[in-house]
């Protein structure tokens, strides 16, 4: 898996996001994490090939069946699709 991390001050949440390199919306999720200081784990998917592919994409099936992006994770239990400023700023305060 081709996972990058974006250290943060904050490290009270395990985050992961899944995202595409050319998505406008992951872009401003990842910008608005960066900003709230949040250290965080991500992926592009779609600069994925073969098995890590297939395994991201099964992954963000299960998370969020409509396989939209930006697909957050909080904690291995909390889901956050598309760009949600103050759903974000809620659950990672």
């Known amino acids: 898996m081709t996972v990058k991390h974006a250290e943060g001050a904050n490290k009270k949440n395990d ?10 919306w ?3 999720t990842r910008a608005f994490l960066e900003e709230l200081g949040i250290d965080y784990h991500y992926e592009y998917v779609d600069l994925l090939t073969g098995d890590e592919r ?3 994409l099964s992954a963000i099936e299960t998370l969020n069946p409509q396989g939209g992006f930006p697909t957050m994770v ?6 956050i699709v598309g760009f949600k400023p103050e759903e974000i700023s809620e659950i990672l305060k």
Do not use: D, G, H, R
Not at 16 to 24: D, E, G, P, R
Not at 74 to 79: C, L, Y
């Open 15 to 24: 985050v992961f996001l899944y995202a595409l390199s050319t998505c406008v």
């Open 26 to 28: 992951c872009k401003k």
């Open 54 to 56: 297939e395994k991201s």
């Open 74 to 79: 909080i904690n291995k239990t909390k889901v």
